[in-house]
């Protein structure tokens, strides 16, 4: 990528040359990759629009909670941050108020093996079940009992958000049933 061959010494001039031979397939600008290597679409995501944070169906495919890939990944940004290059991409924007939107952030590593931002699964179960319009009742029941039966869970930074994002009613309902 252009800015890690700067922060190298290098001339980002190369990847150009290097992609007019083949031998890196341009993805966006500044974003090159090795076209013989896995494309890590999550972690090109991630490198191209920092202050996204990966959501709802996304963050639970992240923790491993969900089995398939989402169709669309889903990524929330600081109100007011607008980028018109993300149309490009298979990304369902959210936008969230500063506060919100950098709460229960963490990293984990893509199938890929690449680090990104994702919200933990705490925050994540409030998510689904505060804002229903893409996560369907299976995915949320299948998310809902694979956490009940973690060994890290943490019950009580569920309760906080829960009781942060309203939906501490739908939230004990499940865990009454499960635990």
């Not at 299976?138 to 930074?157: D, F, G, P």
Request: hydrophobic fraction near 35%.
């Amino acid at each position: 990528m252009v800015t890690d061959m700067r922060e190298l010494g290098m001339k980002p001039h190369l990847l150009i040359d290097l992609a007019n031979r083949g031998q890196l397939e341009w993805v966006d600008r500044g974003v090159y990759i090795d076209s013989a290597i896995f494309e890590d679409d999550l972690y090109i995501l991630q490198y191209r629009f920092k202050k996204g944070v990966f959501f709802k169906d996304s963050a639970l495919f992240l923790h491993h909670m969900l089995d398939r890939t989402p169709d669309r990944y889903q990524i929330n940004f600081p109100l007011g941050y607008n980028s018109s290059t993300i149309k490009r991409y298979p990304v369902r924007v959210y936008r969230q108020k500063e506060e919100w939107q950098s709460l229960g952030i963490e990293e984990v590593l893509t199938p890929g093996q690449h680090k990104v931002r994702v919200y933990n699964i705490e925050r994540t179960l409030c998510d689904i079940l505060r804002q229903r319009d893409s996560s369907d009742s299976e995915t949320i029941r299948q998310a809902m009992v694979m956490y009940a039966h973690m060994n890290s869970k943490n019950l009580r930074r569920l309760t906080e958000y829960a009781r942060l994002f309203k939906v501490e009613e739908k939230i004990s309902n499940y865990m009454e049933v499960l635990l």
